[in-house]
Each structure stands twice: as C-alpha cells, then as structure tokens.
C-alpha cells in the first residue's frame, strides 16, 4: 500500500524549461515536506506545508516554488531549472505531533523520490 | 557546527554480525527527537527507529536498537544478526523543538553499510 506517492520517478528536462515534480499521501497528515538531495549527501530541507502555512527554509533558492492544493497533494515548481539543480527530490509526510504514537507522531514518511536530470 | 555527525562515511560487515553505527548530536534545548532512515539505493528514505529525548529507556525495533547516551549525546543504531538486505545508506537525524512549527529534520552525512555474504 502506497503511502507517499512521487510522480514521476524519473523525470528529464532542458535547461531553463520550467518542471513541475508531484507528491500525493494517502496518510491524511498535516505537514508535508519536499527535500533536494545531491548524490552521497544528506537531504536538504527545501520548505514544508503545515496544512495550508507555507514555510520556506531561509536557504531556499527563488527559483523553488510550491504548491499544496489540498491535504493530498503538494507539488514542487522548478522556475528555470539550471545543471545544478540536478538532484533526487524527495517528498514527505508527518503527522500532527500528539498523535500517541510511541514515537510522538514525528517521524517523516518518505515517498521513491523523484531523480531530476537537467540537459 | 555540525548538529548531527556521522564519523563512518562507509562500514563493511559480515553477515550475521552485529554493526553499531555512530551518531553524535549537538543541540541546546532540552527536547530533541533522534530519527535514523534507511536509504536502500531505490533512494526511498525508510524511518527505522526513534529515540525522544525525555524517553528513559533505549529505543527498540525488531533488529533495531538505539544506543542512547544522553550525557554523550550520542544516538548509535545497532543492527543485530545483520542481513545481506540490511545493505544501504544510513542517516541519522534530529528534530530539535517538539513543538508546532519544529516540524525540521536535520540531516547528518549517512554511513554507506555493506553486508558481506
């Protein structure tokens, strides 16, 4: 059963033509959150919803944008994506924290990620 | 600084071995959580194991168990009778703030596990 969804996995475009990557959850959580990871590093937080209040890291480029219709869905806009965005991006998902869990409901639910290649 | 180092960039284990993998944390308010993820090379980050700040018990989950040092600040995930599958990327993370709008995972730099048949 897919929980975190990323559309597509693989995903190619040119340089400087806007990309718009996907994410849907099937978990009904609260926040939602879309990181940049570069080869053999560590995730980078980009921004995350908590419902509908966006919040962007300080370090966030511009040319990042998101967008989160409904609980279900959050989408990550590349304006004019250039080689060295080039990355795996990776969407995720938390509860609201309190949940009762034994963990406290803070763990992040990762989706495949999605492996942009900029030409 | 770092808030979460990793020391191991890459570990080979034999299979069947038990593998402790080193995390140390640096944070100043008193309520923290302690996450570590699997990444297999699929790249879909996997949450293995939590370890709360205030919990007095190490965490534990089937062949999961976190060595938690509070004193230290030392967080090390030990993976008991380890399996050829158990092979991937580790990263251990930290949430500093349990409350709304601490919502931020930080990251530190993985140690790449390799189970040897």
């Known amino acids: 059963d897919a929980m975190v969804i990323q559309n597509p996995r693989y995903q190619v475009t040119q340089f400087g033509k806007p990309v718009t990557l996907s994410c849907s959850q099937t978990?009904?959580?609260?926040?939602m959150y879309w990181y940049q990871q570069k080869s053999s590093q560590a995730p980078k937080l980009l921004f995350h919803?908590?419902?509908?209040?966006?919040?962007n890291e300080a370090d966030t480029p511009d040319n990042f944008q998101s967008r989160r219709p409904n609980t279900s869905f959050c989408f990550l806009d590349i304006r004019s994506p250039g080689l060295g965005d080039a990355a795996m991006y990776l969407c995720?998902?938390?509860?609201?924290?309190?949940?009762?869990?034994?963990?406290?409901?803070?763990?992040?639910?990762f989706g495949p990620g999605t492996r942009l290649t900029v030409t | 600084a770092q808030k979460i180092t990793q020391t191991q960039p890459g570990m080979f284990v034999q299979e069947k071995e038990a593998v402790t993998l080193d995390c140390t944390y640096d944070?100043?308010?008193?309520?923290?959580?302690l996450f570590w993820y699997k990444q297999p090379s699929s790249g879909e980050m996997i949450f293995l194991i939590y370890?709360?700040?205030?919990?007095?018990q190490n965490a534990t989950e089937g062949r999961y168990s976190l060595n938690f040092q509070k004193a230290r600040k030392s967080a090390n995930l030990v993976i008991s009778a380890s399996q050829l599958g158990d092979s991937a990327m580790y990263f251990c993370?930290?949430?500093?703030?349990?409350?709304?709008?601490?919502?931020?995972?930080?990251f530190g730099t993985g140690t790449r596990l390799t189970i040897i048949p």
């Open positions: 919803y908590y419902d509908k209040d966006f919040n």
């Open positions: 995720a998902t938390s509860a609201q924290p309190g949940t009762g869990k034994a963990s406290g409901g803070y763990e992040q639910y």
């Open positions: 978990l009904n959580h609260n926040v």
């Open positions: 993370a930290m949430r500093e703030g349990i409350n709304f709008g601490n919502e931020k995972l930080t």
């Open positions: 370890q709360g700040s205030y919990d007095q």
């Open positions: 944070t100043s308010d008193p309520s923290y959580g």
